[in-house]
């Protein structure tokens, strides 16, 4: 790790013979003030990092992504208000995306912002220390995150000629989603209840003890029409998995109630359907589970990220059907969700199988990694490139509808990489390898691959197959889950997935349609040339989408159908 130390404060710009461009970044002591005002921790440990952009439409540090503008970042410790951090090309520790090293940058005028990533100390039950960002009320969106910092953006022309040192201050501090109130924390963010919208949040003992610290997680919880007033009607619930929601209520509703003229997502009409008459009564559920690795857990168990499963079995529904009126029993619990949420959804039923009475999981991440998106990792060597005699092929990560391939896998493993090494990205890459994989012997997950290079490591995939592959899973374990998974698990991805995730749709298939003993009464349905997140067709409307509205109704049938003959709760439908 890279230290930070206090570096002679230097005004503007300066030329130095010899010396290639280098960024000097000083903290403001109102900056870290202001840091340590939202309870984090300081001075700062964390990554630091210089972001260049051409244009000036928004701030440079709102243009990183996968496919962004040029950032480079390092790993700081002790960074208090007047230290500074320089970096600059020789510096082996400062790793670029897409431009490994600051030299790489043509010359010309650019505009550039530095931005700083704090870190918490994370003392955990398995004596490791580790140094991650606490998720702070926004997900884990690294560059909007509150509680970090960043400079002003500057103008500065990049010449080879005469390079310079280029003085950075950092002395703005990402302010919370939601004023903290007194005895708030920043976790899981503190949205305000609504009519028919109420946030949860409560500290979990289980993740607090693995951590090390207190550890939150939250709901966002959506109350049907005359939840106030049948005082003695109890519901079922939906539970809606995916990425953090922040305020958001589930499945897109709008409390202040539907645009249909600007609305033409799957969601729109669910506000207006879900006040009427005919909507049938449910409760609908949002978790708020964002972690020092990602915005939300996947929902389970994990060596690395820690006991979710338990967290969210034992701890916050128990909470919710105590707090609402929710029926407690296996039917009239369902799941539904998208991509990482379709994921957590089918994990959910299948390794909780007496808990639900139903999933639709759609377009979900990897449900067998032999095909993780497009990358075997049980007979590659390599996840980056298919190699021939005399070349070698990058694999692709992403396309649209018709084919063209968006980026590669080894362009976002770098991304991340800059970003922050050892899964601290709080990308998409990181968490699969937190969760699925095995303890590293620093604390941080043992890498599936090497960052660099893309070489598959045989142990940490073995590792993966055994302990969170969903197909292997099932057909492992069929004969003692089977019967209590009957005719609960619903599929739906499209046949151009953008990011290749109908492969391992189509193993599992293979399996759940043929396996017997019991029969798994499985459904799967595909998307004609329909890409990531596609839902479904419509029952009503031949040969188009899904809506949220009709969904709805689906799962109420569902419910209806597999709620046992003789129980009283039964006013919820229609």
Known sequence: MATAVALPGVAGEQTESGQSLRFRLTLSTE???????????????????????????????????????????????GLGGGDSVMLDSNDTAVFGYPLEKISEIPDGSYFVQAFLNVYTTFERSDNHVLRMHLNSGSGQSVFRAPGNAHSAVS?????????????????????????????????????????????????????????????YIGANVLLPEGYETNTETYYPTIYSQGHFPGRGAPFGYRELGDDPESDVSRSAGVRDFWVSDEAPRMIAVSIRDANPYYDTSYSVNSVNVGPYGDAIHNELIPYLEEKFRMIPETWARVLSGGSTGGWEALAMQIFYPDVYGGTWGWCPDPVDFNYYQIVNVYEETNAYFTEYDWLKVERPNSRRPDGNVRSTVRMENLYEFAVGPDSRSGGQWAIWEAVYGPLGDNGYPARIWEPLTGEINPAVAKYWQENFDLHNYLRKNWSSVGELLRGKIHVATGEMDTYYLEEAVYLLEEFLTTVDNPPAEASFEYGRRKPHCWIGYSPERDGEDLRTVEFLRIAADHLRANQPVGTSHTAWYR
């Not at 202001?34 to 984090?40: E, Y």
């Not at 244009?55 to 950032?71: F, I, N």
Request: charged share 25%; proline share 7%.
């Open 155 to 215: 103008r500065v022309i990049f010449s080879t000629r005469s390079p310079r040192v280029v003085d950075l201050d950092i002395n703005e501090v990402i302010p919370p989603v939601e004023p903290l109130l007194a005895g708030e924390v920043l976790q899981q963010g503190n949205p305000r209840d609504t009519a028919r919208v109420k946030f949860v949040k409560i500290r979990s003992g289980v993740l607090s003890q693995f951590w090390g610290r207190d550890m």
């Open 31 to 77: 900056a870290e003030q202001a840091i340590a005002d939202l309870g984090l921790e300081t001075p700062i440990t964390g990554r630091a990092y210089v972001i260049v952009s051409r244009t000036e439409e928004r701030e440079p540090r709102l243009q990183t992504s996968l496919t962004g503008v040029p950032l480079w970042g390092v790993d700081v410790s």
